[in-house]
């Protein structure tokens, strides 16, 4: 059964510091890689998508990476800003699930910028 | 505006007492999959749908029901709610079931059974 690790669970750091989320699964058989940003009372927004095939995926002051062999991927956060303050989910959909749309999260990272 | 909504946002009931909570997605999505998120132990899935009349069991289907009758709605029905339902609920969809594409999540709704 794939289990997804998230390290640290909560991590505060001042403002326009680059800092490194982990995600680590067991599982290495995986269709893609998605990074998810959970704000306190509403959904979760999509950041990320990384593809099996793909090493890493930018957008913005983010930048993604994937090993799948190490079983491990990171959400880089370049110059962080108060308004990145949330937590941040890694999630997976296994190969042995059949479908690319059954993830499994992450317990995810509660991270605070400060000023 | 393109969304996943959900209803009610919050709820408090009594043990026993049957409840739905709605989700609807204006994107014509294929698939909808509903998920409880717990301290602790992240996000899991409960139900999911592929398509319209088609569902399956998650990872935590026990105590749930679910119905796909209309390709925008996907019901979470609690015939009997326990204390141990008590959790933060999630829908989510995504275009076509079994592709490769991002999902989109509903606001969520919170949950408290006494």
């Known amino acids: 059964k794939q289990e997804v690790t998230q390290i640290p669970a909560a991590l505060s750091v001042p403002e326009g510091e680059n800092l490194v989320l982990n995600c680590s699964f067991t599982?290495?058989?995986?269709?893609?890689l998605q990074w998810f940003r959970q704000d306190p009372g509403k959904g979760l927004t999509s950041l990320l998508l990384?593809?099996?095939?793909?090493r890493e995926q930018t957008s913005g002051r983010l930048n993604a990476s994937l090993d799948k062999s190490s079983g491990r991927s990171t959400l880089y956060i370049a110059a962080s800003q108060p308004g990145d303050s949330a937590t941040y989910l890694c999630a997976v959909p296994p190969i042995n699930t059949g479908t690319a749309s059954k993830l499994t999260f992450g317990t995810g990272t509660r991270l605070q910028v400060t000023l | 505006e393109a969304q996943v909504t959900q209803n009610p946002r919050y709820l408090i009931t009594v043990t026993g007492k049957k409840l739905t909570v709605t989700c609807s997605q204006n994107?014509?999505?294929?698939?909808m999959s509903w998920y409880r998120q717990d301290p602790g132990l992240g996000l899991r899935q409960i139900y999911y749908s592929m398509n319209v009349e088609v569902t399956d069991k998650g990872d935590v289907p026990e105590g749930y029901k679910v119905s796909r009758k209309e390709k925008r709605n996907f019901p979470l029905i609690l015939e009997s709610p326990s204390p141990n339902q008590t959790s933060l609920y999630f829908c989510?969809?995504?275009?076509?079931?079994?592709?490769?594409?991002?999902?989109?999540f509903g606001p969520g709704t919170r949950l408290l059974v006494l």
């Open positions: 599982d290495s058989a995986i269709y893609n």
């Open positions: 989510a969809s995504t275009p076509l079931a079994g592709r490769q594409e991002t999902q989109y």
């Open positions: 994107m014509n999505h294929e698939y």
């Open positions: 990384i593809q099996s095939s793909q």
